[in-house]
């Protein structure tokens, strides 16, 4: 069955420093990969997503990510991190006519002054 | 464009009673999926509708349906309420055809009393 594992459920880094969230997914073929972003109380918001081609994907808000195929990762990350991206962000996969996300548990950044 | 619009935001019911929860999808969009958001289980995947048809369902009791009207739009019931039926329901629209991402509505906050 495919799954997605997000290992780090906090994240503390200062503002101005660097951001790396890590995702990892298990499934048999290429899948389609995201990133979404949940404030409190709110939806989420699609960051950015990797169909193929590029392994390298720029999405909204300064984010990217990198999808490395060898160790079935797709990890996010952003080189200057703001006071506003503190929320949690959410890594999913989804196989092409399965017509469903399957969400990874999610990582909680929070953003030092 | 607007996006997804979920009504009501904020539910409060009790035991035993059922409730009837709706999405508007974004303009254009031919599929709504639903999930439950909850802390103890994370992002679970409900159903998906296409053109008034449930292409996937998820791992949900039968008190859990839903239904597609021909304008997209699409409504989830849950009967016979339980305490453990309290979340986030969260609805998602996308273009329909294979794997689209999703966009997502704010969600109904649905709390069983």
């Known amino acids: 069955a495919q799954s997605v594992t997000q290992p780090d459920i906090h994240i503390t880094v200062s503002e101005g420093a660097s951001l790396e969230l890590r995702c990892n997914y298990s499934?048999?073929?290429?899948?389609?990969l995201f990133w979404y972003v949940q404030s409190p109380g709110q939806g989420l918001q699609l960051l950015l997503k990797?169909?193929?081609?590029?392994?390298l994907v720029q999405g909204i808000k300064g984010f990217e990510a990198e999808f490395k195929r060898s160790q079935s990762s797709f990890n996010l990350r952003k080189p200057s991190v703001h006071w506003s991206d503190a929320a949690e962000y959410f890594c999913?996969?989804?196989?092409?006519?399965?017509?469903?996300?399957?969400f990874g548990s999610g990582t909680r950044l929070l953003v030092r002054p | 464009k607007a996006g997804v619009t979920q009504t009501p935001r904020y539910l409060i019911k009790t035991r035993g009673q059922q409730v009837t929860l709706s999405c508007s999808p974004i303009?254009?969009?031919?599929?709504v999926s639903w999930y439950q958001q909850t802390p103890g289980q994370g992002l679970q995947f409900l159903f998906e509708?296409?053109?008034?048809?449930?292409?996937n369902k998820g791992n949900f009791p039968g008190r859990f349906s839903g239904r597609q009207f021909s304008n997209s739009r699409s409504e989830m019931n849950v009967s016979t309420l339980e305490l453990g039926d309290s979340a986030l329901y969260l609805c998602?629209?996308?273009?329909?055809?294979?794997?689209?991402?999703?966009?997502f509505g704010p969600g109904t906050r649905l709390t069983v009393t």
């Open positions: 998602a629209s996308s273009l329909g055809d294979r794997v689209y991402e999703q966009y």
């Open positions: 499934y048999g073929a290429t899948p389609y």
């Open positions: 990797y169909f193929s081609g590029d392994t």
């Open positions: 999913a996969v989804a196989m092409d006519s399965s017509y469903k996300l399957i």
């Open positions: 303009s254009g969009h031919r599929s």
């Open positions: 509708y296409f053109s008034e048809t449930q292409r």
